[in-house]
């Protein structure tokens, strides 16, 4: 775990020192238009792999009077999509090559002497000691799929409620839902989650815990930082309540194991379909009406 997390933060990192200064003026540059200012935000957190950090990005421009909330609306719903970058690498079985990208990015860090080559060191780096940490976690989370007590813990997270008060408070502590659905992958690839039902609220829960990010930057920061890290929570509950609904109410996992089958692609694929769909489905429905969060 604590490979994975690290590897996580060094790659998100690099990738942020690689292309930040760029992102930060595409960011500053962005107009009214709602759906401009989405795509911005798919591209920045696509890039940086971390949403928690272009909400925090988002919030200290408005604390510092670049960026309305008309602006924001549309990078936070773009950072929600940006951000399952992550999970769909981890559903790709790369386990041969984690080695070279540890090794290659140990190298370029150690010998080279330009800022900008370190980076990509530290990129690579960081992306092999984050599957690396993921491969050996499911490696060592087996006797849990092997336990009666712990898979008796994962039937009871099939109910909506409790599934989403795990995923909730699980991210809102480790502050990143990317990392929070690479655990639960890892469990699924365990085999302590068994079936998508036990972990479809929990990723729901994810994206709500998630929002914790901006709400910490906001702290102290100017009404329009905090109206911003409201938004955000509000799209994720917003998002949550009707993914909710529509699972419990209709066959939504069925036709999720109807289009990524467990024994073709594996339950950790299945997660991060679930991750995907969510996020984009949110954006499909909430956006039209931001102008309503926004009032």
């Not at 060094?10 to 595409?26: D, F």
């Not at 999509?81 to 150690?110: E, H, M, N, R």
Request: hydrophobic content about 55%; charged content about 10%.
């Amino acid at each position: 775990l604590g490979l994975f997390l690290i590897g996580m933060k060094n790659m998100g990192e690099g990738l942020e020192l690689a292309a930040g200064s760029k992102l930060r003026n595409l960011l500053e540059k962005i107009t009214s238009n709602k759906f401009v200012a989405m795509l911005v935000g798919l591209l920045v957190t696509g890039v940086i792999q971390s949403s928690s950090a272009t909400d925090a990005m988002v919030v200290g421009f408005a604390n510092a009077g670049l960026m309305e909330l008309g602006q924001a609306i549309g990078i936070l719903f773009g950072a929600k999509i940006g951000t399952t970058v992550t999970s769909l690498l981890l559903a790709i079985d790369i386990k041969a090559f984690v080695p070279i990208f540890i090794f290659a990015g140990a190298l370029v860090i150690t010998f080279s002497k330009k800022n900008n080559y370190r980076y990509y060191g530290q990129i690579a780096a960081g992306f092999g000691m984050l599957f690396l940490g993921l491969s050996l976690m499911s490696d060592n989370l087996r006797w849990m799929g092997e336990s009666d007590a712990f898979l008796s813990i994962a039937d009871k997270l099939s109910f909506p409620l409790l599934g989403l008060i795990v995923g909730i408070i699980f991210t809102g502590i480790i502050q990143s839902s990317s990392a929070s659905v690479g655990i639960l992958m890892a469990l699924g690839t365990a085999g302590v989650i068994t079936n998508i039902d036990q972990a479809v609220y929990i990723v729901y829960g994810f994206n709500v815990g998630a929002c914790s990010a901006a709400i910490l930057s906001s702290m102290g920061a100017n009404r329009t930082a905090k109206q911003i890290a409201l938004s955000n929570l509000l799209i994720s509950c917003f998002g949550a309540t009707i993914m909710t609904l529509i699972t419990a109410l209709l066959p939504y996992t069925q036709l999720i194991e109807m289009l990524f089958p467990a024994q073709t692609v594996g339950i950790a694929a299945q997660i991060s379909a679930v991750h995907i769909l969510f996020n984009i489905a949110i954006t499909v429905i909430v956006l039209p009406c931001s102008s309503l969060i926004m009032k």
